[in-house]
Structures are given as C-alpha cells and as structure tokens.
C-alpha cells in the first residue's frame, strides 16, 4: 500500500513540472509561439497599441482620401484663380497690350472676348487642352477646360482671375455628344470621388502653369543700354 502511495506522489510531481515546461515555452525552441508572449513580458492589462507597433505609421489605406483643396469665391461659390501682381515699372498701356497678345496666343481658336478699355479691362472666354496624366513622360487629351479669364489693369500693376471652370469631354467613339461639367461638380460630388479629383489634381497643374506663362508674357522687357554693347 505505501508503494503505491509512493508511486502516485512520483506521477503527480511529474505531470505538474511537465505542465508548467508547457505553458512557459523556451524561446530558443522552433515551435516557440511570438504571437503568445508570457505574463513576464507582456503585462494582461495593457492596451498594445498598433500604430505604437508600427513606429507610429498607419497604413494608407485605412485613412480617408484627401481630396485637392481648392479656393471657393465667397461671393460666387465659384471655383477661382486669382492674384495681383505689382509690377512698377510698366506702364498701363503696356500691360494692356501684352495681355491681349498672350490671350490672342494662348487661349484657343474660338477666343470670345470682352474689351473695356476705358476702365483697363479685358475679359475673356478661351479654353485650353484638358489631359490625363498616365505617368511622368504619358498623357491622354480628355477634352478641353474652359473658363473666363479676366484682367484689369492699372499703372504698375494688373490683376489677373480665372473663374467659370468647365469640363468639356471628347465626343465618344460612337459620334456621341460631349458632356459639360462645371468644376463644382466635381468637387462637391460624392460619386466617382477619386476619379473627379484626378480631373481637378490634372486641371490645376495645366492652369497654373498657364498662370506663370501669362505673368512671364506681361513683364517688362528689360531695357537695354545703347552703351552697353
């Protein structure tokens, strides 16, 4: 009887020490589990922050797409480009006449235009080509942008505002009509979000460009010395 007592003291001692070496696993082993640290190094009530994990990232597609901001009129509620530009040394005349040139050059064949000369002013209905940018070195006409593009003009300084942004797509394979969408649209609507603000992302390069080139084309040319030859 006392051998078999003894026996049964032997087997439990046995099979507690083999569950205690089965639940602290040893990390050197293969078959260690990192998903599952043990209380030592990972206290039960903590929180494990993921971004923490991550080095403070988090992935990109889990944060809302952030659209192109753009600035709105106050007035209008129209999409506009606007800006004043001191320029001294040129006079108003000259001004005038070198916005008409760039405007006659650069804003397309079916130009519709608006002179008030006695207030300096000169408004204009003109397009250029609307493209989808493939990559770097491709694109892809789409249509065309359309707006107004106004100046007005004062001794030494001209403010130039581009306003009324329209859409105008290619006619379709099957000799289907254009469409027309305002910039508005694609900027407040909730359909189609990405594909809209690629349109506007494109659109704003094309016309800030045009922007630089109409503020190259109204400086002054520099004036040469006759002695300086």
């Known amino acids: 009887m006392k051998g078999y007592v003894k026996l049964l003291v032997v087997v439990f001692f046995t099979l507690s020490a083999w569950s205690v ?3 602290v696993q040893d990390e050197t082993t293969p ?3 990192f998903s599952s640290p043990d209380s030592a190094s990972v206290d039960s009530g903590a929180v494990v ?6 080095g403070g ?3 990109p597609l889990m944060k809302p797409y952030e659209r192109i901001v753009l600035t709105l009129d106050s007035t209008t509620n129209l999409i506009t480009y606007y800006g004043v530009v001191e320029q001294e040394e040129s006079g108003s005349d000259s001004l005038y006449l070198r916005a008409k040139k760039w405007a006659n050059e650069h804003l397309g064949k079916e130009i519709k235009v608006e002179v ?13 080509p609307a493209y989808a940018y493939m990559n770097k070195y491709s694109k892809r006409v789409i249509g ?5 593009i106004t100046f ?11 306003t009324n942004l329209v859409h105008e797509s290619l006619k379709t394979s099957e000799g289907g009509k254009t469409t027309r969408n305002y910039f508005e649209y694609y900027y407040t609507s909730t359909t189609k979000v990405r594909e809209y603000d690629t349109i506007l992302r494109n659109a ?6 045009m922007i630089e080139s109409l503020k190259k084309a109204l400086r002054e040319p520099p004036v040469v010395d006759e002695d300086d030859w």
């Open 144 to 148: 065309k942008f359309e707006f107004k």
């Open 204 to 209: 704003d390069k094309d016309i800030q460009a």
């Open 57 to 59: 990232k988090v992935d």
């Open 152 to 162: 007005l003009i004062k001794e030494g300084r001209y403010k130039y505002q581009v």
């Open 21 to 23: 070496s089965a639940q």
């Open 31 to 33: 078959g260690y589990d």
């Open 116 to 128: 008030d000369k006695r207030n300096q002013k000169l408004t204009y209905i003109g397009s250029i």
């Open 49 to 54: 922050d993921e971004g923490a994990e991550n």
